[in-house]
């Protein structure tokens, strides 16, 4: 079941300590989109911003991995024009197991930055596997 819709401005979230975390983002939108996740401290992990390629084309405008933090404590802002404006955001959180096992953990969120309510205009994954290797 999803969380929201919340504001894009800060949502807390947590990830194990020192695991390999992949992202990727995709926007649906001829707005300027806006994603930034920041640490405990307040650092930036990692800023991206785009538009689709042409109006509402799927356009993929980044990706990438990073290892979490020791605290796995983490901020994420959704938005559109630098974060200028902040979406509504529905989000949720889902891991796969076997038994007491975890293997994989998952955040989704996909935003929505005007009134149409479609929440198609930008869609951010975080994941991590148990194991990498």
């Given at each position: 079941?999803?969380?929201?819709?919340?504001?894009?401005?800060?949502?807390?979230?947590?990830i194990p300590p020192g695991k390999v975390v992949f992202w990727s983002v995709l926007v649906q939108s001829s707005a300027n989109?806006?994603?930034?996740?920041?640490?405990?401290?307040?650092?930036?992990?990692?800023t991206v911003q785009g538009a689709?390629?042409?109006?509402?084309?799927?356009?993929?405008?980044?990706?990438?991995?990073?290892?979490?933090d020791n605290s796995g404590n983490y901020t994420v802002l959704i938005g559109t024009n630098g974060g200028q404006r902040f979406s509504n955001v529905l989000w949720t959180q889902d891991i796969i197991t076997r038994g007491a096992s975890v293997f994989f953990g998952k955040y989704i969120f996909a935003?929505?930055?005007?009134?149409?309510?479609?929440?198609?205009?930008?869609?951010?994954q975080l994941q991590w596997f148990e194991n990498v290797g």
């Open positions: 079941m999803s969380i929201g819709p919340v504001s894009g401005n800060g949502i807390a979230i947590v989109q806006f994603i930034q996740l920041k640490d405990s401290l307040s650092n930036v992990v990692f689709s390629s042409s109006g509402g084309t799927p356009t993929q405008v980044g990706s990438g991995f990073f290892q979490a935003s929505e930055d005007s009134t149409d309510k479609d929440y198609n205009d930008s869609f951010f």
